[in-house]
């Protein structure tokens, strides 16, 4: 981990600045800057805490020391990529600027932060995190520009070293994103403010620990700019499959109490939210920290009073208990919806990816969801391609997902990650290769979910329609996942965040949805 010092810190905080900078020759300097102190941060420089202390030992205790009057005004851009739990920590982000006195900057506005939270499952979305930090600093030129998220974790230094970055923030210490920015905030405007004899465009700082040293638990419930919230339930994964680094860029498994996160959802209630999803990155393995089981933590959410709808997102084949399964059918709030990652449906390949479960038991899940929930909408990852995936192989994958009763697929083409150890197994399958098979899932996928929603035409449903920007149609779901779209002429903005009857009718012009009309 490095930090930069430039003469101005001390053990992750700034000291004191030399009398001699308002006093004498510097007078004039001084006084300017002084003037300038509330808008630009220097107020957080003279503030701060006494020499000697560590950043570790102070982020808790002195987060009375953040100077939220540096911030007033100024305006922040966000982008996230990855899954639905990077999507709701940015949200959390968003909030936490948002208390500081931040503007969430409008599309074409210069943003005078940006905040990038990454992904690293495959190495397209490596790809994807650079081209996203190149062209926010580009489009928003001297902006302070921060990098989270898998990627920041697994790659923090050269992360640090791209152009315009000025902070990057691993799994650890994301929690304290306040306190890491208000000190660099006030760094830089040291340096570009003459402070310092050497003027920098960016500090390209890292903050980083190694995998075994991530412990934090960052609570988020958040809704960002959609109707459902998002409940982070647990963080990191102790799975350590051999495709993947997701144990490397979050950690160990690990979650907060089940009060806890009952209080969060109580507070989501009390905004007006009637829809919470579930997230985490292995959230069947909730307890590990707190010895609580995932299906009390589902029962006492249940009982939380004003969430109308919960939905559990991806859930691993060998932690959906049978007896989840039952309670979610007889449950008031939790929706026939499930979302379980197979990624092959060949036994021999899943034994080269270490997955915990054959074709026999992700069968008996699917096929119990079916027989408590018949009108359960089923989710499933594949990934295609993957090293020791011979065609034979395949073809048995395919061949199963055809016969189980699933609605969607989610496919994935293997990407080779460093350091993981499916890069011992011979077989290689070509990229050509990869992209055949990815378009037969597809195509099979496609067929499923279309085959799926049309049961319904005709049928009625509630469903939670979310905001749309004027004269365009409105979308929602029903309980179980429906996606439905209300026309222009029809959509209404007092519909936003409500739970209506509708009729539904024929698909839309592209087969995404069924079209509704209000009862």
């Known amino acids: 981990m490095r930090e930069t010092t430039a003469g101005l810190r001390s053990s992750g905080f700034f000291r004191f600045i030399d009398p001699k900078v308002f006093l004498g020759e510097n007078a004039l300097k001084g006084q300017k800057l002084l003037a300038q102190g509330n808008t630009l941060g220097m107020k957080a420089i003279i503030n701060a805490p006494c020499k000697g202390k560590s950043l570790k030992e102070t982020k808790e205790k002195d987060k009375y020391m953040i100077d939220s009057s540096a911030f007033q005004g100024k305006k922040a851009a966000y982008y996230t990529l990855g899954c639905k739990l990077n999507f709701s920590e940015t949200s959390t982000f968003g909030k936490m600027l948002e208390d500081m006195g931040v503007i969430t900057a409008k599309k074409g506005e210069k943003a005078d932060i940006c905040l990038i939270n990454t992904c690293s499952v495959t190495e397209v979305a490596d790809h994807k995190c650079r081209q996203a930090i190149h062209r926010m600093v580009r489009q928003n030129p001297g902006a302070f520009v921060i990098v989270t998220g898998c990627y920041a974790q697994l790659e923090s230094e050269n992360v640090s070293k791209i152009e315009g970055v000025d902070l990057v923030l691993g799994a650890n210490e994301k929690a304290h994103l306040l306190q890491y920015l208000s000190d660099a905030w006030a760094q830089k405007f040291a340096f570009e403010s003459g402070l310092e004899e050497v003027g920098v465009n960016a500090l390209h700082e890292h903050h980083s620990v190694k995998t075994k040293d991530i412990k934090t638990f960052q609570p988020s419930c958040s809704r960002g700019n959609r109707t459902r919230y998002f409940l982070k339930v647990q963080d990191g994964c102790n799975y350590y499959c051999t495709y993947c680094t997701i144990p490397f860029a979050r950690g160990n498994s690990r979650n907060p109490s089940i009060a806890s996160l009952v209080e969060q959802a109580g507070q989501a209630a009390s905004e007006g939210g009637k829809e919470i999803v579930i997230t985490g990155v292995n959230i069947g393995d909730f307890g590990q920290t707190t010895h609580e089981r995932f299906l009390d933590l589902v029962k006492a959410l249940d009982q939380v009073t004003g969430i109308q709808r919960y939905r559990i997102s991806s859930l691993e084949p060998d932690l959906c208990d049978d007896d989840l399964i039952a309670y979610c059918a007889e449950s008031r709030a939790f929706m026939p919806h499930f979302h379980i990652p197979l990624q092959s449906g060949s ?173």
Do not use: W
């Open 347 to 519: 036994d021999e390949v899943l034994k080269l990816m270490h997955r915990r479960y054959d074709k026999a038991l992700f069968a008996h899940k699917v096929n119990l969801i079916k027989e408590k929930m018949p009108d359960a909408f089923i989710g499933v990852d594949v990934m295609v391609g993957c090293r020791g995936e011979t065609p034979e192989c395949f073809e048995e994958c395919y061949e199963f997902l055809k016969s189980l009763p699933v609605t969607q697929l989610h496919v994935f083409p293997y990407s080779e990650r460093p350091g993981t150890a499916a890069l011992r197994i011979p077989y290689v399958v070509s990229d050509k290769e990869k992209k055949l098979r990815s378009k037969r899932l597809l195509e099979l996928s496609e067929e499923k979910t279309q085959a799926f929603y049309a049961q319904y035409i005709g049928t009625e449903a509630e469903v939670l329609f979310e905001k749309a920007p004027r004269g365009k149609a409105m979308h929602g779901f029903t309980k179980n996942y429906v996606r439905v779209e209300l026309s222009p002429a029809l959509a209404k903005e007092e519909y936003d965040n409500q739970l209506i009857k509708v009729r539904l009718g024929d698909f839309n012009y592209d087969k995404t949805a069924l079209k509704a009309e209000i009862l």
